[in-house]
């Protein structure tokens, strides 16, 4: 089983300002990487796919980043929407696996 | 429009069943890839089955002997049919579309406990 790990656990960041999340694999996912968000109560939402893709709706604002291994999801002028949790998932090889999630919260 | 709408949930007894249901419009269940994921209470996602377009079907370790997965073309319907059921079972389970999870229902939490 690929084993997808986030850092950092929480991100304290103050409104307006940019964060980057990080996500890494335990072996090879190739870019088939995807981001999602989940405010509290709803259901996870898809922000981005195959590593840097924006999924339909999403705004320039969400980019990710990187192959292989190593990927980097970055929200630029965050907004009080936008602090939630973030999961990584790879979907290269079942099982299909997820991070444990990153809680993006208000500075 | 896409809409997922889960069924079935509810309060059962650790050795108990559950079936779910997931009834899908906006699309054909047939041809694509559709899922279950589940969520504990606090804590995050796990995928517990998928149904590929090609008739495939790939289960997590922790449901395999447990848990089908199933579905029916003529109700555009998924199914999860939840066996044996243990206490860290409980959670909410979404069905959602594709390999990548472009769409969620709303989800149905289970709750196993005596």
């Known amino acids: 089983e690929i084993v997808m790990t986030q850092s950092p656990a929480t991100l304290s960041v103050s409104p307006g300002e940019r964060a980057t999340l990080s996500c890494r694999a335990s072996q090879s996912v190739g870019s088939k990487l995807a981001w999602y968000l989940q405010r509290p109560g709803q259901a996870p939402r898809l922000l981005i796919y195959a590593g840097s893709t924006r999924a339909t709706d999403i705004p320039a604002k969400f980019s990710g980043g990187g192959s292989g291994t190593e990927f980097t999801l970055t929200i630029s002028s965050l907004q009080s929407e936008d602090f939630a949790v973030y999961y990584c998932q790879q979907y290269n090889k079942w099982p299909y696996t997820f991070g444990q999630g990153t809680k993006l919260e208000i500075k | ?114």
């Open chain 2, 1 to 114: 429009e896409v809409l997922l709408v889960e069924s079935g949930g509810g309060l059962v007894q650790p050795g108990g069943s559950l079936r779910l249901s997931c009834a899908a419009s906006g699309f054909a269940v047939g041809g694509n890839y559709v899922n279950w994921v589940r969520q504990a209470p606090g804590k995050g996602l796990e995928w517990v089955s998928l149904f590929s377009p090609d008739d495939s079907i790939y289960y997590v370790d922790a449901v395999k002997g447990r848990f089908t997965i199933s579905r029916d073309n003529s109700r555009n319907t998924l199914y999860l049919q939840m066996n044996s059921l243990r206490v860290e079972d409980t959670a909410v389970y979404y069905c959602a579309r594709g390999d990548i999870l472009t769409h969620w229902g709303q989800g149905t939490l289970v709750t196993v406990s005596s």
